[in-house]
């Protein structure tokens, strides 16, 4: 898996985090650790980077930055675990930054236009969202199954995700039929899950420049996360700046949308309506 940025996890994130901490604190330069390391320095930068050391690397890197031997299974443990495959590989080869960091994030904002959020979509929502995107039926089936298993988080007994729902109201009259709203209905009485209409009849907001996602950790050293959609797919951004401009949007739209009480009471009449 060296130098395979595509498999890179959660675990794999931390790993690297620390072992740029561990290098600073001791006090040693890239080229210097590289040297005492045996380990090219271009090879070292991409190791603080994107791409995995060996165990026998990792090893020495620990003994260079002066980690006791007591101390270092907790680095060899995050090593075992960065090698793990990803569940959705059993979904899809591609590489997926944003299923990385939700399926580590215990709490996610979204706003999405011309969908609903994929996390309270049904399978044959999924289907319809899917179909002029993706026109291969097999590869369509597994993400659609992909997005299923997403979801489970949201029912999770263990490591619930906490999930405020912004929908934009134009979303709930373009394919959703009477399964889905009831599984929206269903979906916002969760505990852990909020969920907020965006009505056209309170004017123009922000979210109409663009879909936007953040994600927040409980890891204090993860910062929270921002993902912003375009055509060329899902843009990652951890700068300060980007992720406080996000937050802004997010925070604008919320104030634009109905309470959860009222988003209920829409939902239901939706649903009366379609009875």
């Known amino acids: ?44 930068s991409r190791i603080e980077l994107f791409q995995m ?17 007591a101390e270092t299974r907790q680095y060899l443990d995050l090593w075992e675990l960065a090698k793990q495959p990803s569940w959705w590989r059993r ?8 299923l990385r960091m939700e399926d580590r994030a215990v709490a996610k904002t979204e706003f999405q236009l011309g969908f609903l959020p994929t996390l309270l979509q049904t399978a044959a929502y999924a289907h ?17 199954a992909l997005r299923m298993h997403q979801k489970e988080r949201l029912f999770s007994v263990e490591r619930p995700l906490r999930l405020r729902a912004l929908v934009h109201e134009p979303t709930l009259h373009q394919g959703v039929d009477e399964e889905q709203l009831a599984h929206l209905a269903e979906c916002s009485q969760l505990p852990n899950v909020t969920f907020q209409i965006v009505p056209q009849c309170r004017g123009m907001h922000l979210g109409q420049r663009g879909s ?18 375009t055509h060329f797919g899902l843009a990652e951004a951890q700068a300060p700046g980007h992720v406080s401009t996000i937050k802004q949007v997010l925070d604008h739209v919320a104030r634009h949308a109905l309470s959860p009480i009222d988003s209920a009471a829409m939902l239901h009449q939706m649903l009366v309506g379609h009875r």
């Open 1 to 44: 898996m060296a130098g395979d940025r595509a498999e890179q996890n959660y675990y794999g994130r931390q790993l690297q985090r620390e072992l740029r901490r561990l290098r600073v604190e001791a006090g040693l330069t890239l080229g210097e650790a590289g040297l005492r390391a045996h380990v090219d320095l271009k090879k070292l």
């Open 53 to 69: 050391p060996s165990y026998h690397e990792l090893a020495l890197l620990l003994d260079v930055y002066g980690v006791a031997c």
């Open 91 to 98: 979904y899809t080869k591609l590489d997926n930054d944003y």
């Open 128 to 144: 319809k969202s899917l179909a002029t995107a993706v026109t291969n039926r097999a590869a369509r089936n597994d993400l659609v």
């Open 212 to 229: 936007a996602i953040l994600l927040t950790f409980d890891d204090g050293k993860e910062p929270d996360t921002v993902f912003t959609e």
